[in-house]
């Protein structure tokens, strides 16, 4: 007997690989086939497509762009998609990410009358408490309309699943929370490591003092308010202390580039490019950074308090979610940043406690839940239609 089919959609092959492989053994050991569609010109996380190799996913190459005002890229995406869900039967079909999961979903439309369930994971909507008005007015609508077209909406932090129940929610269509894609928490914690011998590794000196980033380098990850606040540190004839690493790459590097020259900080920030060792970054650094503009519920920073280094982030949604103390949530200016920085080297702590319910066991027992819940209304739907073709 053919296995049902699940098709994984994101906009970025990279994607799948850095979030999405629990769900993905979730599904194939409850009997699913599952195809993976994203533009594999574009694995942006990491440039390893390699990594699906041998995991039993069947890929297509779909040319999503990133960018929604990317009209043609995604027109072409548009017919691309179409024509793999004519050629293949889909029973389920999870879509992410804000161009991937719009485009699922407004093809998806003509085969949820034959029975298909549609899912969308929000990994943090666009329209966000403080967000520009601009997102509100382009994304918050979009979302509106696909409403009718989504059997479970996901959602990953406290503000989106309330703004979902409020303002998103439609006719048969479940709307949930599950603590994003979740960490070993154990396994952070545990992880033996000869910190001397990494930092040495690095050029870290024994008495420099070592903050970390980690996310792409980006507008929206925000490491410029840092790099500024180093800035300020330095007139204060601190700088001799301090190591900078952003582990991430991204856009904006050649400005950040710039603007590392323009602070007088070579010596102090490193931008490392791509890491695939961050846990053992973490391990050996003294204070994680995340002045991140925009969250869904961050990995990165769960990693962080898992491994048990003191943490400054800033006051956003999904942030907020994981840091309960507002100490250590800090404003979007360079001179928050310096205060929180110096005091967290001064204090030699910061906030370090994480949820059990971000580990990776509980998010694995919400995801199954869900998934069963689906395959079930699924073969409730084509036993009808059975019964149906026998009148």
């Excluded at 890929?59 to 691309?80: L, T």
């Excluded at 010596?267 to 961050?278: A, H, N």
Aim: proline residues 3%; glycine residues 8%; contains cysteine.
């Amino acid at each position: 007997m053919e296995k049902e089919k699940v098709l994984i959609i994101a906009t970025v092959s990279g994607f799948a690989a850095q979030f999405e492989m629990n769900n993905i053994h979730i599904l194939q050991s409850l009997g699913y086939e599952v195809h993976y569609a994203a533009n594999f010109y574009n694995p942006h996380y990491g440039k390893d497509n390699q990594r699906l190799e041998g995991t039993g996913i069947i890929c297509h190459q779909v040319d999503f762009a990133r960018s929604p005002f990317c009209i043609k890229e995604n027109g072409k995406a548009y017919r691309q998609l179409k024509k793999l869900m004519k050629e293949c039967t889909f029973g389920i079909i999870h879509c992410h990410t804000p161009v991937g999961g719009a485009l699922g979903r407004i093809v998806g439309r003509k085969y949820r009358k034959d029975g298909t369930k549609v899912l969308y994971t929000a990994h943090g909507f666009h329209f966000f408490q403080g967000a520009p008005l601009w997102n509100w007015l382009l994304y918050f609508p979009i979302e509106w309309l696909l409403a009718k077209d989504t059997d479970v909406l996901i959602t990953i932090n406290e503000e989106d699943y309330r703004r979902a129940k409020k303002y998103l929610a439609a006719k048969n269509r479940s709307i949930e929370k599950v603590q994003g894609v979740g960490i070993d928490i154990e396994e952070y914690q545990t992880y033996k490591l000869d910190k001397g011998k990494k930092r040495k590794e690095l050029g870290i000196l024994p008495d420099q003092y070592l903050l970390i980033s980690i996310g792409e380098l980006t507008k929206r990850k925000n490491h410029q308010i840092v790099i500024k606040a180093l800035g300020l540190i330095k007139k204060e004839c601190r700088e001799k202390k301090i190591k900078y690493l952003i582990c991430g790459e991204g856009p904006e590097r050649k400005r950040l580039e710039r603007l590392i020259r323009k602070e007088g900080l070579e010596e102090v920030v490193l931008l490392s490019g791509y890491r695939m060792d961050t846990k053992e970054l973490l391990k050996i650094s003294d204070c994680f950074l995340f002045p991140s503009k925009q969250e869904g519920l961050p990995v990165a920073l769960m990693e962080a308090m898992a491994v048990g280094v003191p943490v400054v982030c800033s006051n956003i949604r999904g942030n907020k979610d994981l840091v309960l103390k507002g100490k250590w949530l800090v404003e979007q200016s360079p001179k928050a940043y310096k205060e929180a920085i110096i005091e967290v080297m001064k204090e030699k702590q910061g906030y370090t406690t994480l949820s059990a319910s971000c580990d990776r066991k509980a998010v694995e027992k919400e995801y199954r839940r869900i998934y069963m819940q689906v395959k079930k209304d699924r073969e409730l739907w084509q036993r009808k239609e059975k019964k149906i073709q026998h009148i």
